[in-house]
Protein backbone atom coordinates (compact mmCIF):
# COMPACT_ATOMS: atom_id res chain seq x y z
CA UNK A 1 0.00 0.00 0.00
CA UNK A 2 0.93 3.69 -1.02
CA UNK A 3 0.71 6.30 1.63
CA UNK A 4 0.23 10.05 1.73
CA UNK A 5 -0.26 12.32 4.02
CA UNK A 6 -1.34 16.08 3.73
CA UNK A 7 -2.34 18.68 5.15
CA UNK A 8 0.29 19.69 7.53
CA UNK A 9 0.82 23.68 8.24
CA UNK A 10 1.37 26.85 10.38
CA UNK A 11 -0.84 27.55 13.06
CA UNK A 12 -1.15 29.18 16.17
CA UNK A 13 -0.80 27.98 19.78
CA UNK A 14 -4.73 26.72 20.69
CA UNK A 15 -5.60 26.43 16.88
CA UNK A 16 -6.53 23.32 15.09
CA UNK A 17 -5.22 21.10 11.97
CA UNK A 18 -6.87 18.03 10.34
CA UNK A 19 -4.13 15.74 8.60
CA UNK A 20 -4.90 12.79 6.07
CA UNK A 21 -3.42 10.06 4.67
CA UNK A 22 -4.92 8.74 1.90
CA UNK A 23 -4.60 5.02 0.80
CA UNK A 24 -3.78 3.47 -2.49
CA UNK A 25 -5.87 0.28 -1.48
CA UNK A 26 -8.36 -0.54 1.06
CA UNK A 27 -7.18 -0.24 4.31
CA UNK A 28 -10.19 -1.76 6.12
CA UNK A 29 -9.70 -4.54 7.67
CA UNK A 30 -6.01 -4.88 6.47
CA UNK A 31 -3.90 -2.78 8.55
CA UNK A 32 -3.36 -0.84 11.86
CA UNK A 33 -3.24 2.90 10.47
CA UNK A 34 -0.67 4.61 12.93
CA UNK A 35 0.28 7.87 12.78
CA UNK A 36 4.15 9.40 14.29
CA UNK A 37 6.15 12.39 14.42
CA UNK A 38 9.48 13.06 14.71
CA UNK A 39 10.69 17.09 15.96
CA UNK A 40 14.19 18.03 14.69
CA UNK A 41 16.86 16.40 16.89
CA UNK A 42 14.21 13.83 18.58
CA UNK A 43 13.41 10.57 17.50
CA UNK A 44 10.23 9.25 16.05
CA UNK A 45 7.61 9.26 18.81
CA UNK A 46 4.06 7.19 18.59
CA UNK A 47 0.83 9.52 18.34
CA UNK A 48 -2.26 7.15 17.25
CA UNK A 49 -2.95 4.07 16.05
CA UNK A 50 -6.42 2.61 15.03
CA UNK A 51 -6.85 -0.96 14.68
CA UNK A 52 -8.11 -2.97 11.21
CA UNK A 53 -11.89 -2.64 11.73
CA UNK A 54 -11.47 0.94 13.42
CA UNK A 55 -12.84 -0.26 16.78
CA UNK A 56 -9.94 0.49 18.80
CA UNK A 57 -8.06 3.29 19.20
CA UNK A 58 -4.80 3.83 21.57
CA UNK A 59 -3.18 7.53 21.85
CA UNK A 60 0.00 8.78 22.81
CA UNK A 61 -0.69 10.41 26.68
CA UNK A 62 0.74 13.52 25.34
CA UNK A 63 -2.23 14.19 22.68
CA UNK A 64 -5.15 12.26 24.75
CA UNK A 65 -8.21 14.41 24.85
CA UNK A 66 -6.65 16.65 21.89
CA UNK A 67 -6.32 14.48 19.00
CA UNK A 68 -8.93 12.34 17.33
CA UNK A 69 -8.06 9.86 14.79
CA UNK A 70 -11.13 8.66 11.98
CA UNK A 71 -11.32 6.47 9.17
CA UNK A 72 -13.26 7.30 6.02
CA UNK A 73 -13.53 3.50 4.29
CA UNK A 74 -15.18 5.15 0.92
CA UNK A 75 -12.47 7.51 0.33
CA UNK A 76 -9.26 5.03 1.89
CA UNK A 77 -8.48 7.51 3.71
CA UNK A 78 -7.60 8.31 7.93
CA UNK A 79 -7.89 11.63 9.34
CA UNK A 80 -6.27 13.15 12.59
CA UNK A 81 -7.99 15.91 14.14
CA UNK A 82 -5.53 18.14 16.05
CA UNK A 83 -7.21 20.49 17.89
CA UNK A 84 -6.11 22.45 21.05
CA UNK A 85 -2.58 22.73 19.24
CA UNK A 86 0.75 23.27 21.74
CA UNK A 87 4.01 24.30 20.40
CA UNK A 88 5.48 21.09 21.23
CA UNK A 89 3.41 19.51 18.91
CA UNK A 90 5.52 21.07 16.05
CA UNK A 91 7.02 17.94 14.09
CA UNK A 92 6.40 15.97 10.80
CA UNK A 93 3.90 13.73 10.77
CA UNK A 94 3.64 10.53 8.92
CA UNK A 95 0.85 8.31 8.64
CA UNK A 96 2.05 4.60 8.51
CA UNK A 97 -0.08 0.95 7.46
CA UNK A 98 0.97 -2.32 9.90
CA UNK A 99 0.17 -5.75 9.28
CA UNK A 100 1.55 -6.86 12.54
CA UNK A 101 -0.79 -7.96 15.38
CA UNK A 102 -2.34 -5.19 17.60
CA UNK A 103 0.19 -5.34 20.35
CA UNK A 104 2.84 -3.51 18.39
CA UNK A 105 0.68 -0.57 17.52
CA UNK A 106 2.96 1.86 18.97
CA UNK A 107 6.25 0.71 17.76
CA UNK A 108 7.55 2.09 14.84
CA UNK A 109 9.61 -0.88 13.30
CA UNK A 110 6.25 -3.15 13.17
CA UNK A 111 5.54 -0.34 10.46
CA UNK A 112 6.02 -1.59 7.00
CA UNK A 113 4.10 1.26 5.12
CA UNK A 114 5.21 4.90 5.32
CA UNK A 115 3.68 7.82 3.88
CA UNK A 116 5.84 11.12 3.23
CA UNK A 117 5.18 13.00 6.02
CA UNK A 118 3.87 16.89 6.59
CA UNK A 119 5.56 19.72 8.22
CA UNK A 120 3.30 20.64 11.15
CA UNK A 121 4.26 23.92 13.04
CA UNK A 122 2.72 25.49 16.07
CA UNK A 123 3.90 29.04 16.41
CA UNK A 124 3.23 30.41 20.16
Known amino acids: VQLQASGGGLVQAGGSLRLSCAAS????????IGWFRQAPGKEREFVVAMSRNGGSTTYANSVKGRFSISRDNAKNTVYLQMNSLKPEDTAVYYC??????????????????WGQGTQVTVSS
Open 96 to 113: AANTAVWSTRDEARHYSY
Open 25 to 32: ERTYNRYV
